[in-house]
């Protein structure tokens, strides 16, 4: 069987230049010193929100988590969760954003470990704007991060979380992003059509190809 995923839009999600990048951090109230974990999604149990709020509750003291999404209930179950206490205001949970990719571009890391998904989206949409993924190998995610190179596959644990996180944010931002872009590059909105019109070449001739007979004699 032949299974196509999501495509992205490379010119909507793209690096942001050094400009954007400072306004976002600026709009977060973060400095040019501290990181910045990504979450964006709104069923925060399924996604694993709590896991990473104990993850980044773990990290330095230099380690912001910003939250997009969720409902109101959902956001203040998060506020109320011991570590999202314990990180203060090192927690910045936004809610809906129509357009978030100005919180991408303030990031340093991205982060969905989820129980399961299918085609998520928002990883190619991470990855495109030059993020780093760290992630639950489920769907296509283990199709689109390679460890140490556009992230890092990592298990629904807090520790793993953290573990994955502290690599990625170790590492060579400028490596990671460059790579992490030219991920999403092979996944846009082109190369999907591209696949389908492969796979719908490949159906046409193989209707058109002829049968054996039905009695599993020879034709003469």
Same mark, same amino acid.
């Given at each position: 069987?032949?299974?196509?995923?999501?495509? $992205?839009?490379?010119? &909507?999600?793209?690096?942001?230049?050094?400009?954007?990048?400072?306004?976002?951090?600026?709009?977060?109230?973060?400095?040019? #010193?501290?990181?910045?974990?990504?979450?964006?999604?709104?069923?925060?149990?399924?996604?694993?929100?709590?896991?990473?709020?104990?993850?980044?509750?773990?990290?330095?003291?230099?380690?912001?988590?910003?939250? $997009?999404?969720?409902?109101?209930? /959902?956001?203040?179950?998060?506020?109320?969760?011991?570590?999202?206490?314990?990180?203060?205001?090192?927690?910045?949970?936004?809610?809906?954003?129509?357009?978030? &990719?100005?919180?991408?571009?303030?990031? #340093?890391?991205?982060?969905?470990?989820?129980?399961?998904?299918?085609?998520?989206?928002?990883?190619?949409?991470?990855?495109?704007?030059?993020? +780093?993924?760290?992630? %639950?190998?489920?769907?296509?995610?283990?199709?689109?991060?390679?460890?140490?190179?556009?992230?890092?596959?990592?298990? &629904?644990? +807090?520790?793993?979380?953290?573990?994955?996180?502290?690599?990625?944010?170790?590492? #060579?931002?400028?490596?990671?992003?460059?790579?992490?872009?030219?991920?999403?590059?092979?996944? %846009?909105?082109?190369?999907?059509?591209?696949?389908? /019109?492969?796979?719908?070449?490949? /159906?046409?001739?193989?209707?058109?190809?002829?049968?054996?007979?039905?009695?599993?004699?020879?034709?003469?």
């Amino acid at each position: 069987s032949v299974v196509i995923g999501n495509g $992205v839009d490379p010119e &909507r999600f793209r690096p942001p230049t050094d400009a954007q990048r400072y306004a976002a951090r600026a709009q977060l109230g973060v400095g040019p #010193d501290e990181q910045v974990v990504l979450f964006v999604g709104h069923e925060f149990g399924r996604k694993g929100l709590p896991q990473l709020v104990e993850a980044v509750s773990a990290l330095s003291e230099t380690t912001h988590l910003v939250v $997009v999404g969720g409902t109101p209930d /959902l956001v203040a179950d998060i506020a109320r969760h011991p570590a999202g206490r314990a990180l203060g205001e090192r927690l910045h949970l936004l809610g809906p954003v129509p357009d978030p &990719r100005w919180v991408l571009h303030g990031a #340093d890391v991205f982060v969905l470990a989820s129980a399961y998904e299918a085609y998520p989206l928002v990883v190619l949409e991470a990855l495109a704007t030059g993020l +780093p993924v760290v992630a %639950t190998p489920v769907g296509s995610v283990p199709d689109l991060i390679i460890n140490g190179h556009n992230g890092q596959l990592v298990e &629904r644990a +807090p520790e793993s979380i953290r573990a994955g996180v502290a690599h990625v944010l170790a590492g #060579d931002r400028a490596f990671l992003g460059a790579a992490a872009r030219a991920t999403a590059l092979e996944h %846009t909105w082109t190369a999907v059509a591209g696949h389908y /019109l492969v796979l719908l070449r490949e /159906l046409a001739q193989s209707s058109t190809r002829p049968h054996g007979r039905a009695d599993g004699g020879v034709a003469g």
